[in-house]
């Protein structure tokens, strides 16, 4: 297992706890090539910049989980003081606020 012991996803920041991880994909850079897009209608978009079949790593995200009463009023926060560093991760959807 490993644990993130810094704010940036950095691999040699994971620090072995005891048993290995198994997925081993991201610690061995074979994760997939992604791209921001600007998509018409939905701002930017983290988009995938190959085929990624049934059951392959994408990305791993490390993060904070927020109830849905502190999301609003982070984003009320953002917005007053107009800034866009907000992101949602819903199904199947990420979008940036």
């Known amino acids: 297992m490993y644990m993130l012991v810094g704010q940036n996803t ?3 920041k994971y620090v072995l706890l005891g ?3 198994g997925n ?3 610690q061995d850079d074979q994760q997939a090539m992604l ?3 600007n998509i018409e209608g939905k701002g930017i978009a983290l988009v995938a910049d190959q085929v990624i ?3 392959e790593l994408v990305a791993q995200y490390a993060g904070e ?3 849905l009463s502190q999301y609003v009023k982070r ?3 953002a917005h007053q003081q107009a800034e866009r560093k907000l992101q949602r991760i819903c199904v199947g959807e ?3 606020m």
Do not use: Y
Request: proline content about 0%; aromatic content about 0%; hydrophobic content about 40%.
């Open 65 to 67: 989980v927020a109830s």
């Open 53 to 55: 079949n049934r059951d």
């Open 10 to 12: 950095n691999l040699q």
């Open 75 to 77: 984003e009320k926060e």
């Open 24 to 26: 081993q994909r991201m």
């Open 94 to 96: 990420v979008g940036l």
């Open 35 to 37: 791209a921001l897009q």
């Open 19 to 21: 048993m290995k991880c």
